[in-house]
């Protein structure tokens, strides 16, 4: 008896330092998922509107500076963004992404981008191995976000059972 060959999950590693993004892709290549990785935002909305086959799952930093100075313009099908706002974008073309956000500040990042706590899964930098492996079969295993949901969690003011950061 043969079992049915098990399609591999496919993760997108965004980073804008190359370092943490090819280290955390080189931890998941080794964990059994197919990778793929971007050094920035920009670079991912490009990677993801032309990548053919499912993307399960971003693994984003949460804070992405623009490389160069830019002005800022509607049209820009691939600006540069930070984390919370790229998993927005990514999430109104594909519908089931799952979304883990990196940071080395959780707690006055999220603050920052006024996101409630507890929205989003978030892995603090820097992590031991096992701990993005872990987080990843986790979420992997959990119903994904929706745009409208993430777009909504830096919009409203406090919903009951939230966790607000000061």
Known sequence: MTTPSVQRQTILVVDDDPAIASQSSNILKQAGFNVLQATGSSDALKLSKNHQGTIDLLVTD????PPDFQFASGDNEYPHVHGHDLAIRMLQT??????????????????????????LPVLQKPFQPQALVDLVKQVLQSPPPTAE???ESTKSGPKDGDEWFD
């Open 149 to 151: 949901s993430l777009a």
């Open 94 to 119: 594909r519908k089931d992404l799952h979304i883990v956000l990196m940071s080395a500040n959780i707690e006055k990042e999220l603050a920052g981008y006024g996101i409630r706590r507890g929205l």
């Open 62 to 65: 949460l804070v992405m500076p």
